[in-house]
């Protein structure tokens, strides 16, 4: 699924639930990978693969599959 946009509220917590492998592509073209851990009005919390932990700003995201 691809959308063009960051993810609703009902489809983050869909996403965390599921533990759900996410890719986000930012507003500088990178991806990144990540399973949420948690999320605020403005960030998500992502542990990616390798175990490493990134604060990802909702406005910094272009569009996300997974």
């Not at 699924?1 to 073209?29: A, R, W, Y």
């Amino acid at each position: 699924m691809l959308e063009l946009s960051g993810p609703s509220l009902n489809e983050i917590k869909t996403l965390i639930k599921n533990n759900t492998l996410v890719t986000f592509c930012t507003i500088n073209n990178q991806n990144i990978t990540g399973r949420i851990k948690w999320f605020d009005q403005v960030a998500l919390k992502l542990i990616q693969e390798d175990g490493r932990e990134i604060t990802l700003l909702k406005q910094a995201i272009m569009y996300y599959s997974y």
